[in-house]
RNA sequence: GGCGACGUACCCAAGUGGCUUAAGGGGAAAGUCUGCAAAACUUUUAUUCAUCGGUUCGAAUCCGAUCGUCGCCUCCA
């Protein structure tokens, strides 16, 4: 069956044709690591991982690739202000290193926690730097750079395409209307390749080129890297859909001017989590992290549900009302599918072998159109409440769906073992004695009780079951 | 100022010309179960798709206008 992908190239959904049959390149723009990562940016990551699976689901053998931004990226794309970890270097006192290292960690926990395969290969800018210095070259040799006072420039000018994937108005462009850009620069669009170490200070990143010490421009890296893994010309390229206008503009723009060839065949953008006040934001401050959430009393995959929930084109607006909704969903599923699983078990028949074509083709015609992980939810919704399937059936439909959802339906779900004081189980202990006794009065009495010692008490056949109530 | 996206039930949300007098989930109500609860399960819950016009045999889906929300052109997924 084929895959529908929207291309942003072009803005319409295309028949995805890979480069080499039966195999996928993708190159994800990844974290910078000076502070932690946002849900919104996971947001991101969880619709390339959506997209990924997809892939492997249909048999394609992916080839990921994700940068690691270590260095670099400048307070302002407009090529001004401080290297975004050199000033978190000076906010923490650690040093670049140390910060690359710790928000690196952080970010691999997370993705974890919210079951992203991890790429085939995570890529630091760091460790490429000579890989940039030889695009720089290229580029160089073949006169598409300049230099000012503060470093090398990319002139844009000199493409007659340039901006076509964001249908770019150059004229329209307000460049420096809320900061001042550098009178240097001879287009409003060009961007730096190589900037150069302030005279009188000592970067704690900073590197030897033949153009003076300095550190590489923010957008070279994924050109630099994406070409070294994935070759000049490549399938998949996503990001968020603010990387548009000026970073993955700016990688066509150098790739294609330094290769001659085409850079990549289909780009694709998620858009959005949003807050009440507008786009999340990490240079606003506080922000919403995974952690934030656990906190809170929801699971990482009630979030990896939530973005399930709403096509990755369309802005999502987040608040504590729709993650508590993701959250009953998820749980009901889970419970579901628990049921489904241990019926399976105890009922054998011959259909336990087959995977019933019809459901299994509505959940591939789903997720093979441009990613349509609503309509997918639903399809497993529908095989949940289908009287004509076997448990077995329901099993293995649910088994083959989740390695392109990875909520992990396909392992058994126990609720978390928690550790119950002492005395409130003399307590639970108490009632179920009462119970027996027909003592309906004590035992509701004691029930209350717990609820204001914060445990809530369910009845089972034989016994009951104590939890601690999360608020 | 330029560019772009979006507006479907109480909430989230799929559908983008006839198969749909609109999937799925949350919530709510009723029922089953239970000493009572809770959970679970079953059923019900939009003649209607921001508004107003137009195109068409046929529109939530196409076109135009209006209203509203938001994003980008600073950093940003």
Redesign the pocket.
């Known amino acids: 069956m084929d895959i529908i992908l929207f291309n942003t190239l072009g803005?319409e959904k295309q028949v995805f044709k890979p480069i080499i049959t039966g195999k996928a390149g993708l190159y994800t723009?990844g974290?910078?690591v000076y502070d932690y990562?946002?849900i919104?940016?996971f947001?991101?990551f969880l619709f390339e991982d959506f997209l990924k699976r997809i892939l492997i689901y249909n048999g394609y053998d992916v080839t990921h690739i994700m940068n690691i931004t270590d260095v670099g990226?400048?307070?302002?794309?407009?090529d001004?202000?401080e290297d975004?970890m050199e000033k978190g270097s000076a906010r923490t006192g650690k040093t670049v290193w140390e910060i690359a290292e710790y928000y690196t960690k952080h970010f691999l926990e997370d993705a974890k926690a919210l079951n992203i395969i991890p790429p085939t290969k995570y890529t630091k800018a760091t460790d490429y730097i000579n890989e940039q210095i030889d695009m720089i070259k290229c580029l160089d040799d073949k006169g598409y750079t300049y230099i000012t006072s503060d470093g090398v420039y990319f002139d844009t000018s000199k493409l007659n395409d340039y901006g076509k994937l964001?249908?770019?108005?150059i004229?329209?462009?307000?460049?420096?209307?809320?900061?001042q850009?550098s009178t240097e620069k001879k287009n409003?669009t060009d961007f730096a390749l190589w900037k150069f170490s302030p005279r009188n200070e000592k970067r704690q990143m900073e590197w030897e080129s033949p153009w003076g010490k300095g550190f590489p421009g923010?957008h070279i890296e994924c050109s630099a890297m994406s070409r070294k893994f994935l070759g000049d010309t490549f399938d998949i390229h996503c990001?968020?859909?603010?990387?548009?206008?000026?970073?993955h503009t700016n990688e066509i723009a150098q790739s294609e001017a330094c290769t001659g060839k085409m850079f990549v065949h289909y780009w694709m953008?998620?858009?959005?989590?949003?807050e009440d006040?507008?786009?999340?934001?990490?240079?606003k401050g506080e922000f919403l992290r995974i952690e934030t959430i656990i906190k809170k009393g929801y699971a990482p995959l009630d979030f990896r549900y939530?973005c399930l929930?709403?096509?990755y084109r369309?802005?999502?607006?987040f608040?504590w009302?729709?993650l508590?909704?993701?959250k009953?969903?998820f749980?009901?599923l889970k419970?579901?599918v628990q049921?489904i699983r241990n019926d399976a078990k105890k009922n054998f028949d011959q259909r336990d072998a087959s995977l019933p074509k019809e459901e299994k083709e509505k959940f591939t015609q789903a997720v093979n159109?441009?990613l349509?992980m609503?309509?997918a939810?639903?399809v497993l919704?529908?095989v949940i409440?289908n009287e004509n399937l076997s448990s077995a059936e329901k099993k293995n439909l649910i088994d083959s769906f989740d390695r392109v959802l990875g909520l992990d339906l396909d392992k058994d779900n126990k609720t978390g073992d928690e550790i119950i004081p002492s005395e409130i189980l003399e307590i639970v202990n108490e009632r179920i004695t009462a119970?027996k006794g027909k003592d309906?009065?004590k035992?509701?009495e004691l029930?209350g009780k717990l609820k204001d010692m914060g445990y809530?008490?369910?009845?089972k056949k034989d016994g009951a079951e104590v939890k601690k109530i999360r608020s």
């Open positions: 803005r723009c974290p910078t990562q946002h919104g940016n947001r991101t990226h400048l307070v302002s794309d407009g001004e202000g975004k964001a249908k770019l108005d004229e329209g462009l307000e460049e420096g209307s809320r900061i850009f409003k923010w990001g968020g859909i603010d990387h548009i206008p000026i970073h953008h998620g858009a959005f989590l949003e006040s507008g786009k999340m934001s990490k240079s939530l929930g709403t096509h369309k802005r999502l607006l608040s009302e729709i508590d909704q993701a009953a969903a749980s009901r419970l579901n049921q159109d441009d349509n609503p309509q939810i639903a919704w529908g409440r119970k309906f009065k035992a509701d029930r809530e008490i369910v009845d």
